[in-house]
């Protein structure tokens, strides 16, 4: 099974941008589509973005246009790069495949975005 691990997260401005990083454990090549997830207190969590193994890619309305999802197979890692942060997208953040591995989810990394 792989192992996910989440970092970049911070305390950020409205408007202000971050690199979230996903390492997996081990290759993810054979993995078609990764994505990024988010949950938000009180809320469940959501699909946020995707990128196929061929480097298609997928967002959620509410980031289209702001975040930009990539993944680096040899590295095996995916990023997410956030852009024009507001509040509402605080939340804490996950990547896993699409659909989900149910062992992979890691601690995620908590993005905090003030008014």
């Known amino acids: 099974q792989v192992q996910l691990v989440e970092s970049g997260g911070g305390l950020v401005q409205a408007g202000g941008s971050l690199r979230l990083s996903c390492a997996a454990s081990r290759s993810i090549s054979w993995i078609n589509v990764m994505g990024w997830y988010r949950q938000a207190p009180g809320k469940q969590r959501e699909l946020v973005a995707t990128i196929t193994s061929g480097g298609t890619t997928n967002y959620a309305d509410f980031v289209k246009g702001r975040f930009t999802i990539s993944r680096d197979n040899a590295k095996n890692a995916v990023y997410l790069k956030m852009n024009s942060l507001q509040p509402e997208d605080t939340a804490v953040y996950y990547c896993?495949?699409?659909?989900?591995?149910?062992?992979?989810w890691g601690q995620g990394t908590q993005v905090t975005v003030s008014s």
């Open positions: 896993n495949s699409d659909p989900v591995l149910a062992r992979s």
